[in-house]
């Protein structure tokens, strides 16, 4: 059995597969090396230099200097690899979460305290949730 | 012999940590999280396990895509918190139990259960946040802990049924044991959440309050839940609740024994932007 | 739909790469032990596989005691011979097939396998002497080549049967993918030997040879045999054998298929330590 | 099910369980330093000092640099480790393996072109093989 393909119709969400991870290896593994001090000064004082020792794709690396973390998940990233760049800008988890549902940080922090965002209408791709913007992958 | 006395469960929030970490536990946002924890403190010095069996996932930290086992058992001595890009959390280094552990890892994996054994690795906030919100600010951990890591990062994720499954076979292994120790086996990570895309914010409240009453009342039919389920109904970080499955096949009354009491639940929406859900089930005695 | 045309099986002793790599094919002691793969050029030449899913296990090479994974299947692009103290062998890199590879990882670990997915690791004799036996001295290998490791190092090694029911998950992974494929499973190591210790150089002909014809008529019942048996009878290097149960749970008469056909059968004592065993099974076509 | 006890009621032999790996971590680990040229350099030009360079216990040390493979197996070491210091000192695995039983290089040479050791006497411990001398562990 293939992955249920049911994991590919769920709305404003991109399940991280083998295929993603294929794609987003560099990039993936490159956030990797965000893990030590040293390497996250390098990485500030030049974030081209330091992309360019990496086997990004261009658009990858764009994706990261323009810190677009929705582009950098459609380009093979996963939350969990990309939230080391976050913490490299000192950025928290709500604040990369928000960034990427277009809204502002203060309404995005408004919606969690009132209980987050609703599962009605965000179930299955075609209903008419909140997360229904079409998916730029 | 050794014995499971408890099976404790609990979200694994890094903002949490963070929040412990930086003294902000009393502040109007934080309180109500942290109250949903006072209960523990009393009851661990009643319980004073003497190891705390840890199954959380590993977020892209010590395992990158190098290298991915579904399921991963530490039997080192010691592991030191990780610094997951905002430096290690300052908490006190884990010290494991090889014995036990390497126990374990004979037992399942002459039962069909494909481990990894890990002797050398840093632990990330899916291990310590749960040490500190369950004991506090303290010196050093009060108890021996085994991490057991699965992935939830990478689908295919294991199976709830599997997870279910390999906790059976744990707990059995716990069980033959033979020195006399109090042991735990916590599920961590979840409830409700997704970290990504548009969809990012999801809470499912009805969801994980169901998953909690079947946690406690009907594990096995819980275990039968599909993945997909878990990722569209609470959210793509949501998966890590097939972990909760693990520590709950451990208990005594999947394998015909009396039903597990319900010391403690609390739920809580929000913790950055998660669900926060935590239940400690005891055995009879 | 991709097909499994062929099992193989072979010994993969390091003294043979040694042999190979300084020309010394044609000594006297080495002769013999080359000719039993001189079949293999022809074959090959008429089979020409796209795609070689290579069973072996990791020599303390790959995998230290910091992580040792039951079962872990390449899914990385390529894979560079290992430096294993003597200096890397001149043999080419190892081209994997990352798409097939990860199909079969999703596959099987849906079934229940808990794998662990690796995709950067350098191959050591283990994976390429059965190469060079095979493939002779070449350029290039002729064929993409999946590399899966089983540890058979540190005990408990995965058992007979659990290695035969994993072939037979991966004989279906490998049937469902969507792509004309040419495909052979390998099963590699032993045969009867034991690296250590005064029982060191322990030879078991008989039971070499009643153990490959059982390979062939009766590996569903070959594979209840325990581990105990290969380590006392074969030698504690002989549990290697296990991994030849994955390659032959791979073909179609374990799913009710046709029997295969014995395309080649060899058997030669000692290189260096070992036994030296390599058959060949073909798929009716 | 704890590892079938039979497993340590074979001669001649150390099965590596966790229990040995533990015993013999750092010796293993050490070894497999030795898969790097520089640290074969190292280790040839001064064999204590490097070995000071990890946990290793003195009776391991003194064992390494003894090259008694039957102590550093007893001492938690597995083979497939050790191998890489016969590696370094540019030793054949038959080389190693045979310095294991108390023959002669060219003995244990003659005994596997003959066919190699007989399963016979040697199946458990307390039988009647060549195979049945004490352990030393
Ligand atoms: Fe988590
Ligand atoms: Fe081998």
């Known amino acids: 059995m293939a992955l249920d393909k049911a994991f590919h119709e769920i709305p404003g969400t991109i399940v991280f597969d083998a295929e993603q991870a294929r794609k987003g290896y560099w990039l993936n593994q490159f956030c990797m090396s965000l893990m030590k001090a040293e390497n996250r000064a390098k990485f500030k004082a030049d974030e081209r230099a330091y992309l360019d020792g990496w086997k990004l794709t261009e658009a990858q690396k764009q994706a990261v200097i323009d810190r677009d973390l929705n582009r950098m998940m459609a380009l093979g990233g996963n939350i969990y690899f990309l939230s080391k760049i976050g913490a490299t800008d000192g950025k928290s988890f709500q604040q990369m979460a928000g960034s990427m549902t277009g809204m502002s940080e203060e309404a995005y922090r408004e919606m969690m305290i009132k209980g987050g965002r609703s599962i009605e209408g965000n179930r299955r791709i075609g209903e008419d949730g909140d997360a229904q913007r079409p998916r730029k992958d | ?285």
């Open chain 2, 1 to 285: 012999m050794a014995r499971i006395t408890a099976s404790l469960y609990t979200s694994h929030i890094p903002a949490i940590g963070a929040a412990f970490d930086l003294g902000r536990t009393h502040e109007d946002y934080w309180k109500p999280v942290f109250a949903g924890y006072d209960f523990d403190k009393d009851w661990m010095k009643r319980q004073k396990p003497d190891v705390v069996v840890l199954v959380y996932n590993d977020h892209a930290t010590a395992f990158s895509l190098a290298m991915i086992p579904t399921f991963a058992i530490m039997t080192g001595p010691e592991f030191a918190p990780a610094d997951e890009g905002y430096g290690a959390r300052p908490v006190p280094t884990v010290v494991g139990h090889p014995e036990l552990a390497a126990h374990i890892a004979s037992e399942v994996i002459q039962q069909d259960f494909d481990l990894t054994m890990v002797n050398e690795i840093d632990v990330d906030h899916g291990l310590t946040v749960p040490l500190s919100c369950v004991f506090g600010k303290v010196d050093a951990w009060p108890c021996k802990v085994i991490p057991f890591a699965v992935n939830v990062v990478v689908h295919p994720a294991p199976s709830g049924a599997r997870c279910f499954a390999l906790g059976q076979a744990i707990g059995r292994a716990i069980r033959s044991y033979p020195e006399d120790l109090n042991v735990q086996v916590w599920g961590t990570g979840g409830m409700s959440h997704q970290l990504q895309g548009p969809r990012a914010g999801l809470i499912n409240r009805e969801w994980d309050n169901a998953f909690l009453d079947r946690l406690i009342d009907d594990p096995a039919g819980l275990a039968r839940m599909p993945n997909i389920d878990y990722v569209r109904e609470a959210g793509s970080e949501g998966i890590e609740l097939v972990m909760w499955l693990i520590a709950r096949g451990a208990m005594a009354d999947v394998a015909g024994g009396p039903k597990p009491k319900v010391a403690h639940r609390f739920y809580h929406v929000p913790a950055s932007n998660t669900a926060v859900g935590h239940l400690i089930l005891e055995e009879a005695v």
